[in-house]
């Protein structure tokens, strides 16, 4: 009988210890997101504040511009798109450009980047077509690239049995969810799997990179 008493405490201390490890475990994974969230969340406030120092910086017109100067440049590019863009591959294929369209904010970025807000959809729904884009680009100058302005998700607990296909998900989501090809622009770990994984992690939190605002809700 005593024998049969001490081997269930045995068992209870065994099951006490398991959930304690377990609790800890929790609480560790709590504490990882917990400061993944904040680094994220650090990141994009840094993203989102304006430069510091002087409002001016090398940007599109090639030296030390104000906003204002910015924008009349870039709406005079936007007039000299003509009215019907016909895609380069397929003569067929044209694009009619929208009336009333105008740039009405531009921010400059320290990095000599510029953010641009345009008055409605339809203006950032035109420019989107590759011909429309490289109409604009060689009106603006041969230097000037377009790029989409991205928004950061974070992606927590995912398989790290995903580390070597990580790169082809973003593809792979686009297709499933009937998205525009080029609406995920990358989806990378939050940490490096090198150099900060554990021997015996499973889950691991990654960031997703996307231009379309829709996704991000």
């Known amino acids: 009988m005593t024998e049969v008493i001490d081997n269930a405490n045995q068992k209870l201390q065994q099951e006490d210890e398991k959930r304690k490890k ?20 650090e990141k994009l406030k840094e993203a989102a504040q304006p430069p510091q120092g002087p409002t001016q ?34 003569e067929y294929d044209s694009y009619d450009k929208p009336e009333g369209i105008k740039f009405v904010t531009a921010r400059l970025l320290s990095n000599g ?12 729904h035109f420019l989107k077509h ?20 991205q928004y950061s998700i974070l992606v927590e607990f995912l398989p790290i049995t995903l580390q ?24 990378r770990w939050m940490r490096d799997p090198e150099n ?10 990654a960031s997703s990179q996307e231009r379309d605002t829709k996704h991000v809700n």
Request: cysteine-free.
């Open 164 to 187: 070597q296909r990580l790169a082809d998900m973003a593809t792979i989501i686009e297709e499933d969810n009937f998205y525009t090809k080029g609406d995920i622009h990358q989806i």
């Open 22 to 41: 377990e609790i800890a475990e929790a609480d560790r994974q709590r504490q990882e997101i917990d400061k993944t969230r904040e680094e994220v969340l």
């Open 130 to 149: 590759p011909a429309v884009r490289r109409h604009f680009q060689k009106t603006l100058g041969k230097d000037v690239s377009i790029k989409d302005r």
């Open 196 to 205: 900060s994984w554990r021997k015996d992690q499973q889950y691991a939190h």
């Open 57 to 90: 910086t090398t940007n599109i017109l090639g030296r030390n511009a104000t906003p204002e100067e910015v924008l009349t440049k870039v709406n005079e590019a936007w007039k000299a798109i003509p009215d019907v863009v016909v895609a380069e591959d397929d």
């Open 113 to 124: 980047g510029v953010i641009l807000e345009i008055n409605t959809f339809y203006g950032t």
